[in-house]
């Protein structure tokens, strides 16, 4: 979640509300039925939902819902840039979110010009969505809402233009 406010509630009892730069993670499993209301009626609701589809041998595995607030995510700063490990390693640090496939879900915001380096294991298969700001991904341009596809390789080099950068959650 970028900016607002989210309720969730399933009907296995979870139930939470996220604001900005917190995540709501749910396995779906053998199922579950759930419900997704913004909170308030002011302001900007801003945010992401991302499906990662489970392998075979997972599909009946019993549904997990997990709950995270922005202050429940490490994050690496570096000079020109933030990176907040939601998922997976990063710099020495691991995100809070079990994934059943293996993964790496990070939150980059990097300042004006500046750059990084990601280490990604090569048999990952993944993808990158500037969700805000623009750049360079690898070489290739990167613009607001969009999303690239990443190829072969193991690693990833990302660089903000000159220009005004979001800021970090």
């Not at 995540?23 to 053998?30: D, E, I, K, S, Y």
């Not at 759930?34 to 909170?39: D, N, R, T």
């Not at 997976?88 to 915001?109: F, H």
Request: glycine share 14%; hydrophobic share 35%; net charge negative.
């Amino acid at each position: 979640m970028l900016e607002g406010e989210m309720q969730h509630k399933d009907s296995a009892g979870n139930a939470g509300v996220i604001g900005p730069g917190g995540v709501q993670w749910m396995t779906a499993g053998r199922g579950i039925i759930h419900s997704e209301m913004p909170v308030g009626r002011e302001g900007r609701l801003w945010g992401f939902q991302l499906w990662i589809n489970l392998p075979k041998k997972h599909k009946m595995i019993k549904p997990r819902y997990q709950d995270y607030q922005a202050g429940d995510i490490p994050a690496v700063d570096a000079p020109g840039s933030r990176v907040r490990v939601l998922a997976g390693n990063y710099g020495g640090v691991k995100g809070p979110i079990m994934m059943k496939n293996p993964g790496m879900l990070l939150d980059v915001v990097l300042q004006p010009g500046a750059e990084i380096d990601v280490q990604v294991p090569p048999e990952y298969t993944g993808f990158i969505y500037c969700y805000d700001g623009a750049g360079n991904i690898s070489g290739t341009e990167a613009t607001p809402q969009h999303a690239l596809v990443l190829g072969d390789g193991d690693h990833i080099t990302a660089k903000a233009s000159t220009a005004a950068a979001a800021e970090p959650n």
